[in-house]
Each structure stands twice: as structure tokens, then as C-alpha cells.
């Protein structure tokens, strides 16, 4: 299988498919409901079936990943994607890529809730013929067909120095981490303790709040009773952020106006508005990969390949730098 670029290769493949028409695998086999993310596809023109496995659909990012696919699916009436919703369970999951195996979809693409236990299930799918592609998560080793996602290590250590600048080299903060069984978690607090290196800026704080704006809110609140000097949060995500924001407001002592708060997204709805409103000091980029995926998938169809990894890059968005567009990194 020959190897291609995104960028060079799509526009070829889709127009391969749009003239060849064939139909592998017998994806005309899969349900599909309307095409509306988290449920079905659409069925009118289709020629070939995605099964779309999303870890969740509580954070507004994965949501978000949906819907970016979604739209970027317009473009290929060939294709007719089938979504599910694991509710944050691996053991869902799972059962989810052996249910589009089943039913002989063309390919899958997937977002794990967790490395490890998505892995053997991808390596089943994958052993089948069928192609993966793995947005934003990694699985163990490499038997995948693409892996696209941003680079969380470097998205940390960016944070962690825009920190430094920030608090002038000094102070204590409050780590609100994501899931720490997951790689974007784990890279994004190695990330920022590189960042943070050499400096007076101390961690006096953390916790796992898997990414979950309600469990940040309550982490936070522990926190402010304890320590009487916070000068900056990390949230490993915008809603955590905002979460240990909203927190310090309600504790009514006013601390919200000397604390700095940082998150990573930056969705417009969210981080970059948060930024606008004065609540964050500054949120990093962390595209959702929903196109990229689509056009990798196209490539794939057409017996294609895409480049093995795909890193997507980062922005910074803060009170300089967001009324045009973020800085990019």
C-alpha cells in the first residue's frame, strides 16, 4: 500500500471514489438512523460504512470531535458513518468495535477512553482487514492504520513556560490533572513539569478529575480550604479550569481576581470565550483531529495510506494574542 500525504492525496481519493463506486466489506449490512453524531449516518448515496467509537460525550471537546467530523463527512456522500457513545466506559467500547466488526463496516475510527483496554479489540479489527484510525488517544503498539492527534508533551511544556512568565518564575499552583490512565493526561503533566523547570513555581496541589468540569469544581473547593496562597490552576482541560474558577468564585473571598487560570482546548464556545471574558489567563489549542480523521479515512477507502502518525499543532490563545485567531506554537 502506498503511503501518501493528506494534503496531496485526498482530493485524488475522493474523486477515485466518487467514479469507482465499490463497495468493500459489505458495509451496506450497517444500521444507520439519520446521521445525527452519537446515533447513525446517512444512507442515500452511501457506498461504504465508518463505525465512529467515542469515549464520551460529557466533555464539550469530544462533542465537539463529532460534530467536526460530521461536517467534514458532508463533503463524501460515499460515505455513511455510524456514531456510538461509550459513556466513559472501555468496557462499552470495546463492545462497540467488535459490534462494527460484526457488522463488516470499511473502517473504523476510534477514540479510546483508555490505551490498553481498546488495544485488543483494534488488533481484531485491524487482523480483519478493517482499517483503524485512532483520534487523539493512543493504543499500545502500533497494529493501527493511523493515529492522529495533538502533541500533549509539548502542549504542557508550552503551558508550563507561558506560566513561569506569567507568575514571575514563582509560586504555588493547583494541578487539576485528566485522566491519568490515559496518555494525553500522563504527557500533559510530564509536559508541564518540563515547562516548569528551573523555576520557584510549586505544585502544592493535584488531583485526577478525568477531565470533568463538576469534579474539578469540587477538587478546587478542597483546595481553597486548605491553602491560604494559590497563585495560578492548571486544568488539564478548559472545563477543569473553568470548574476550579467557578469554585474560587463561590468561595466568596474574591481570590478569583489574584489567581491565574490556564486550560488546554481552547474550543471557541469555551476556552477562547473564557479567555474573552477575563476568566482564564490563557487556553491551549487541542484540535479535535475530526477532519483530519475524514480525510484519512477517504485515503484509506482508496486503498491508500496515510502517514502512520499524525501530530496536530497548538495555539495559544490569551488577552494578546486571541482577538486574532491564537499564536501558533
Known sequence: ???????????TAFAVLTLVGCNGGGGDKAPADGGKPGTGGKTAAAKFTIGMSQCNLGEPWRVQ??????????AHPEINIIYRDASNKSESQQAQVREFIQQRVNLIIISPKESRPLTKPVEEAMDLGIPVIVLDRAIEGDKYSCFIGGDNVKIGRELGKFMVKAL?????VIELKGLQTSVPGKDRHNGFMEGIKGSQIKIIFDADCQWLEPNAQKEMASALSRFPQIDAVYGHNDPSAHGAYQATVQEGKGREKTIKFFGVDALPTEGVKYVKDGVLTATFQYPTGGKEAIDAAILLLNKMSPDKKIVLGTKV???????KGGEAL
Do not use: P, Q
Open 1 to 11: 500500500m502506498k503511503r501518501f500525504s493528506i494534503g496531496t492525496a485526498v482530493v
Open 65 to 74: 470531535m463529532n460534530k467536526d467530523i460530521e461536517e467534514a463527512a458532508k
Open 168 to 172: 514571575g518564575g514563582k509560586g504555588n
Open 317 to 323: 490563545f490569551n488577552k494578546d494574542t486571541v482577538a
